[in-house]
């Protein structure tokens, strides 16, 4: 946008097809933020949490974070296992969004929890008018429904008697994932724990 800084991206895929057209695929820098593991916490307020994704990291990074709320806001965030810090900002129940509410901004090296982000300056989008063409992508190729779980020994094999373990929602198709969770166990596992693990 016109008034922020350069944003740095990080190229992740780029095509070379025969017709010349190079197509280079690239996310912005806080994508890193899913590489990046933050150690067990348990903070009281928004302060605190912004403070421990920082100091509890498991690796150097850039990444800072900031608020323009209150640094008092009382609000409870529980890491209990390493995650990404992107997964604790907004991906996880009981995230950082859930918790203390807001729109993120991502500046560069900076992830900036605001009440609200930019500014309403009175301007309706419309199709025709100032909307003069709309394109969507969508990819779904690796999206499924559910899992059938399964672990496979040398002489053994666990496997649900219902198969599958399902994904919660309503989907207008299935496409079911066969998922070999034979690496988690290095024995057999309970049929709880081989259910538990897929969910």
Do not use: C
């Not at 807001?102 to 929890?113: H, M, Q, S, T, W």
């Not at 399902?166 to 207008?172: H, P, Q, R």
């Not at 299935?174 to 034979?182: G, N, V």
């Amino acid at each position: 946008n016109p008034f922020d800084e350069h944003q740095p991206f990080r190229i992740y895929r780029i095509t070379r097809p025969l017709d010349g057209i190079v197509t280079v695929y690239a996310w912005h820098i806080t994508y890193d933020l899913n590489g990046i593991p933050v150690k067990p916490f348990h903070t009281y307020t928004i302060e605190g949490t912004l403070s421990a994704l920082r100091t509890n990291a498991a690796i150097e990074n850039l990444f800072t974070y900031s608020t323009d709320k209150d640094e008092g806001m009382n609000g409870e965030v529980v890491v209990d296992v390493p995650l990404s810090a992107r997964y604790i900002l907004g991906g996880m129940e009981g995230s950082v969004l859930q918790t203390y509410r807001g729109e993120y901004k991502y500046d560069r090296f900076n992830v900036a929890l605001l009440t609200n982000r930019g500014a309403n300056h009175g301007v309706v989008l419309r199709y025709g008018k100032n909307i003069v063409r709309l394109e969507q992508d969508e990819n779904f190729s690796n999206l499924y429904t559910g899992v059938a779980p399964y672990w496979r020994g040398d002489e053994e094999s666990v496997y649900l008697p219902e198969t599958i373990v399902f994904v919660t929602g309503t989907y207008d198709f299935e496409r079911i994932l066969a998922l070999d969770l034979t690496e988690r166990f290095e024995t057999a596992p309970s049929e709880e724990d081989l259910r538990s693990e897929a969910e």
